[in-house]
């Protein structure tokens, strides 16, 4: 994969419990890890790169990461039973998406396109 300049290239998150780190998002998405000691965590197959920072909480913030789910409704189920807390939900002109909260204390969003 080539680096392309002024693009995002990695996202990073912080989490006091890596293990529930991991399970959460490899069930919930299928992501995959490399652990690079004791204290961080990189992962892929979530479009982009990233890792996480270890013995750290979460603080929120303005910033949000959001997914893409062909089918949203499934995409919620697995979050459930990942273990997420689902948050609020939005449609807008051309797609929807939902908020929910890791085991972790990140929040995140998944979107999808409105059906044509």
């Known amino acids: 994969m080539s680096v392309k300049n002024n693009r995002i ?11 529930a780190f991991k399970k959460f998002y490899g069930a919930a998405f299928g992501w995959e890890f490399q652990d690079w000691g004791p204290d961080y965590i990189s992962f892929t197959g979530a479009g982009i790169d990233g890792g996480v920072r270890g013995g750290e909480a979460p603080i929120a913030g303005t910033t949000t990461v959001i997914l893409y789910a062909d089918d949203l409704e499934a995409a919620e189920r697995a979050v459930v039973r990942a273990g997420g807390v689902i948050g609020a939900r939005h449609e807008f002109p051309g797609g929807k998406r939902f908020h929910f909260r890791d085991t972790t204390g990140n929040d995140l969003a998944v979107w999808t396109k409105d059906e044509e």
């Open 9 to 19: 290239d990695y996202v990073e998150f912080a989490a006091a419990d890596l293990g």
